[in-house]
């Protein structure tokens, strides 16, 4: 794991500095205190303290959606982060010339997002965290400058005090306290949420989970007044899709909980290809207000 990752990182129990058990095994992460967090054969270390409340993602979910991000459905998701990414590293840079940037992915998934952030910036390093071992199998090879990590966002992050350049956010949960604790004091939260009509023409035909109308005031309410919202941008696309994508797009997300596997598939066999579905998302910019 590359030591600018490490330095960032603390211990989950204690919140002291952690660093490789054995020097150049990178087998385990310890603290002085000596709790030990082990690094998985698939490159990830689990940084959790004690179980998590959920398992995340399933295996299959995961599959599903690293073959719908491969096919590009949602590239436009990762270069709208790029660029805001990039505008925000130069706030950051303009303040500490001398500090690296670190790009912190809260419920990563595969890491495919993060992995167009860092390609977009070539000095900076990575940090995928997720609760789904599935996914972070994905995210610890996602880009040679990303490492990933077991933890709960929901808990205190495994992060040192405004150590953190770039947060991201996509169609994930949002721990406010949190994310103001570990963000640079001009750094940005760069979240996305889906719109309105996000996958309207399947909503109805398929049975799927509606967007909340309300959704933007629910953002704004679990940040808690420690961000102020400086930008937001609709970005939107219409796809042309076959059966078997409407199939990977609905076991990808959370509608895959809810939804009967037969009475699905029968329901997207009977629609007419390609089926046309929007892709309207909302990529919203803050910063932390002064500790």
């Not at 992460?29 to 490159?43: I, K, M, N, T, Y």
């Not at 505008?87 to 890491?111: K, N, Q």
């Not at 992060?159 to 570990?182: I, K, S």
Request: include cysteine; charge should be neutral; proline fraction near 7%.
């Amino acid at each position: 794991m590359d030591t600018r990752i490490v330095d960032r990182l603390r211990c989950p129990v204690c919140g002291q500095p952690l660093a490789e058990a054995d020097a150049g095994t990178a087998r385990a992460l310890r603290c002085p205190r000596r709790h030990s967090f082990d690094v998985a054969r698939q490159g990830y270390v689990n940084l959790l303290a004690g179980r998590a409340p959920h398992a995340g993602d399933t295996a299959e979910m995961v599959a599903a959606r690293a073959d719908f991000l491969a096919a590009g459905h949602y590239d436009l998701i990762s270069a709208a982060l790029a660029a805001a990414a990039t505008d925000a590293v130069d706030r950051v840079r303009a303040a500490r010339p001398e500090a690296y940037p670190l790009v912190v992915d809260a419920g990563a998934g595969t890491g495919r997002h993060l992995a167009a952030v860092l390609a977009a910036l070539p000095d900076a390093v990575g940090l995928a965290l997720d609760v789904s071992k599935p996914a972070l199998r994905r995210a610890a090879r996602a880009h040679p400058r990303a490492a990933a990590a077991l933890a709960d966002t929901w808990q205190r992050l495994p992060l040192a005090d405004a150590g953190t350049a770039v947060l991201l956010n996509v169609f994930a949960p949002r721990n406010g306290a949190e994310f103001h604790r570990v963000l640079d004091p001009d750094g940005s939260l760069l979240v996305v949420t889906p719109g309105e009509d996000h996958l309207a023409e399947l909503v109805g035909a398929l049975g799927l989970l509606r967007v909340d109308p309300d959704k933007a005031d629910r953002v704004a309410e679990s940040l808690g007044g420690r961000f102020t919202e400086v930008a937001t941008a609709e970005h939107r696309r219409e796809l042309a899709l076959t059966g078997p994508e409407v199939a990977t797009l609905v076991g990808m997300g959370p509608s895959a909980w809810h939804t009967d596997p037969a009475g699905l598939a029968a329901r997207v066999t009977a629609l007419p290809e390609p089926v046309r579905v929007t892709v309207a998302v909302r990529l919203t910019v803050w910063r932390p207000a002064p500790r």
